[in-house]
């Protein structure tokens, strides 16, 4: 066992000691503010304060865990064995910068509650990132500084058990438009027709009267190939529904279409679904809990399980809207123009919401890499798209943690710009 002393336990401190003692290094380890206690323990000890004990080894602590509400942060980044660090220490500290506030920095996305230049979704966009800012953003930074510590503290303290994080898999499937012809009603079929006839696509146009007609399978409809795919690798995927009404960014089916309802169904005795909260919910928890319902009627069970449409997230306000109408996990956390590590760690955490200083009980599931920023934002090949996956697997399998590849059911359609690119999911989740 680890004791730690500090001077005081703020929820800051112990929400990111709980993430990096308990969750990165597996540690069993206590934190105390009794001092007599910790004089007397006969425990392997450090301190984390702003000033060391004497003859006990010290991490020394900036405050960020110990202020409350958002301020302007100073940080200064520097190199320390080849690693980007921030949050300097001084010279007898056991680590030259403070591994505990750099971390909740990170995972509280702190960043993302000051003002920031909006991309044409009103998304936070990669660019605008801490991380991608100083070329980190490739990097679990988080779980590289977590290591950093473990080294340290098994020099200190050789009987202590450090078991770092177990890698996984865990592929995830957004279902945006369930088919690319079917089942999308008489006006919107008919404008389909019209604008392949006006715009010359009589290769769409054939393939469209082929499939309405009942010759030709539905280019979206993956479904059973999905299943096989995921069975033979023993891997769960979660499936994510978009129920909104009709608009600009939300496309799919009606939620009121029998074979839609029957296919969610379906999908839903064989994997966990969650809802697809659509782009106008996030401004409208009404709407938002309209979808919610939906989901839950059509699969009869509690839906607890979200991910955003377009990947739209707005500190702390959409989170705070998925905890009221009682959902306990989002997969959201990643950006859509570049891959890498929106959080800077590989590991599932809980939802800090800094307004109101408290970790709530929304876990929070990063993702890795997503099919459209690959094609779509990178413009990389199929070929390419491998192997730039494959590198950051690689490092999620080096580190411990959560692998979590973002896909969606057309973008394994072998059709228009997908031509290619089911061996790119199949490599992707190859274990």
Known sequence: MLLIYTNQLTPRLKYTFRFVFGKLLGLDYRVT????????????????????????????????LFEKGIGEQNIHIFEYEDLPVFYATGKH???PFDPFAATFFMISRYEEYMPYVSDTYGRFPATESFAFKNNFLHLPIVNMWAAKLGVVLSRLFPELQITPPPFSILPTIDI?????????????????????????EYANLRRRLNTLAGREKDIYDTYD?????????????????????????????????????SLIKSISDDFRVGIHPSFASNSDPEILHQEIDRLSNIVNMPVTLSRQHFLKIEFPQTFRNLLEFDIREDFSLGFADIPGFRAGTTVPFFFFD????????????????????????MKLSPAEAILHAAKLKDTVKKYGGQFMPLWHNETLSEAFEWKGWRRVYEAVIKQ
């Open 93 to 95: 500290s056991l680590l």
């Open 225 to 261: 190939y999905m299943k096989t795919l995921h069975t033979e690798a023993k891997l769960g995927p979660v499936f994510f529904f978009l129920l909104g009404n009709y608009a600009q960014f939300d496309r799919n089916v009606a939620v009121s279409n029998r074979k839609f309802r």
């Open 33 to 64: 503010d009794d001092l007599d206690e910790f004089n007397v323990s006969h425990y392997a000890r450090i301190s984390y304060s702003q000033h060391p004990l004497d003859g006990i080894p010290f991490i020394q602590a900036r405050s960020l």
């Open 354 to 377: 800094i307004d109101s200083e408290h970790e709530t009980p929304l876990l929070l599931h990063p993702i890795t890499v997503m099919d459209a920023t690959l094609n779509n934002y």
């Open 176 to 200: 945006d438009n369930a088919w690319a012809y079917r089942e999308k009603g008489i006006t919107r079929t008919l404008g389909a027709i019209m604008q392949d006839i006006s715009q010359s």
